[in-house]
C-alpha cells in the first residue's frame, strides 16, 4: 500500500508564483545565444529564473519508425494492437508494451527486432493489462493496476519479481503511469487509504520513501481559468469542459519535489511535498488571442446540448473567456533533469526545454503524439508514440540535435 502524503501547507498557487524578486542578469554559459537572458534572484528563500529571448533552436532527426507499412501486411512485431506505453533502455534498445496482446516488444534503435516477451495472465511474467513501462536502474518495471502490481523483468525479458499495488482501479494510462524523474527513480500514480491521488516514488530496489499528493486546483484563485460546465436534468448528467482553456499540470522530480504550472502564465514552481515553494522558472513570450473559430470548436459539445435540452441545469450557466490563450499544454521531467515544456503557439506548439536550475536551453517543433500518451526521453533520444489516418499505432524515435552544429 502507499505511503500516506507527510502533512502539507500549500498557499494558493498564484501567490506562490508571484513572488517580488530583485533582478540579477545572468548570461546563459552552455548555449552561448547573445538573444537570450537569463536571471537568477532570490527572495523570501525562493529562487525565481527569468528567460528572456530567443531559445536556440533545435530539432528532432528522426531515427526510425516502428509500426506496419501497410494494413495488408502480415502479422509482423512491427503489427502493434494498441500500445499504451514505450520506454528506452540500456545499450540503444527501445521496450513497447502492446497493451492489447499484453506483451512487451523489444526493438533496437533501427526498428530491429530483438525479442518479445510476456501473455496475458495473472502469473509471473504474464499482464492483465499493460498501462505503463520505465527503465528503472538496472530492471524494466510494468505498471499493472487492474492486476495491483509492479512487474519487474530483466533487459532480456526474465521476470525478476514483483511489487503489489491496489488492484482492480482503471482510468487513462496517460495519468495512470510512470513518470521517471532520474536514472534510478521513478514516480507512479497510486491511489492512498483514504481514496486520495498521490505520486509514490520507486527505484531498482523498492519504494524510495518518497510521497507527493495531488492536491485539486483552487480555480477561484486562477486567473485565466476557463471552468468545465457541469449540467443536470432528468435522467442525465454531464460535464463539458473547455479546450481552449488553461490547466493545472504537475510532474513530480527527483528528491521529492513537485513540478506545478497553471498554463495561463508560462511559470513552474518547484515545491516541496509540504508546499513550500523552492524556486520559480519563468518565461517571457508574447501573449496569443483567442480566435473565434477555436473559441467556437472548443464550446461546440456544450451549445449542443443547451440545443437538445433546455430544461438542463448548468452551473456555472456559461463559460468565461480568458483575454488570451495560455501558455502550456503540459510539462515533463526527464531522467537527465532536464525539464521539458509543451508550449501552446498559433503557429504550431513547440517543445523548450531547461537544464535542473531552469536555464532556458532551446526548443524544437512539437512532433505529434498518440492521446492518453506521453513522450519519453533518455540522453539525446525521445520517443513518441503516434497513430496514424488508419489508427494504426507507430512508434517513432528522434534525436535531439543542435541546429548548425555537426
Known sequence: MPTRPRSHRVPPLPLLLAATLSACAQGDPETGASDLTTTFDTAGGIIRVTNTGTAPEWRLAPVASIGPRSV??????????????????????VFVADAANREIRVFGLDGTHLRTFGRQGEGPGEFQSIYSIAWVGDRLLTFDPPLGRIGEFSAEGEWLGQR?????????????????????EVFRYAIGPDLESLWVGHDSTGDTGDTLPRLPPRTEDLPGATPGITCEWEGGFGYYPHTVGAKLVRHPGSGGVMYSAWGYYYRVAVTTAGGDTL???????????????????????????????????????????????PFIEEIFIAPDGKLWVDVIRAAGNRW?????????????????????????????????????????????????ERVGRQ
Open 72 to 93: 495488408t501486411e502480415e502479422e509482423t512485431p512491427e503489427e502493434f494492437g494498441r500500445v499504451s506505453s514505450v520506454t528506452l533502455g540500456p545499450e540503444g534498445t
Open 164 to 184: 503489489r499495488t491496489t488492484a482492480g482501479w482503471t482510468g487513462s494510462a496517460a495519468l495512470l503511469r510512470f513518470y521517471p524523474v532520474g536514472p534510478n
Open 279 to 325: 524556486r520559480v522558472i519563468e518565461r517571457d513570450l508574447p501573449a496569443e488571442p483567442i480566435p473565434d473559430e477555436e473559441w467556437a470548436a472548443g464550446s461546440a459539445d456544450f451549445e449542443d446540448l443547451r440545443e437538445r435540452r433546455p430544461e438542463a441545469q448548468c452551473d456555472p450557466r456559461s463559460y468565461t473567456r480568458p483575454e488570451r490563450k
Open 352 to 400: 523548450e526545454f531547461f537544464d535542473p536550475e531552469g536555464r532556458l536551453l532551446g526548443g524544437v517543433p512539437a512532433v505529434p503524439y498518440k492521446e492518453r500518451t506521453v513522450p519519453v526521453f533518455r540522453g539525446d533520444y525521445l520517443v513518441t508514440i503516434r497513430q496514424d489516418d488508419l489508427d494504426l499505432d507507430h512508434v517513432d524515435v528522434w534525436r535531439l
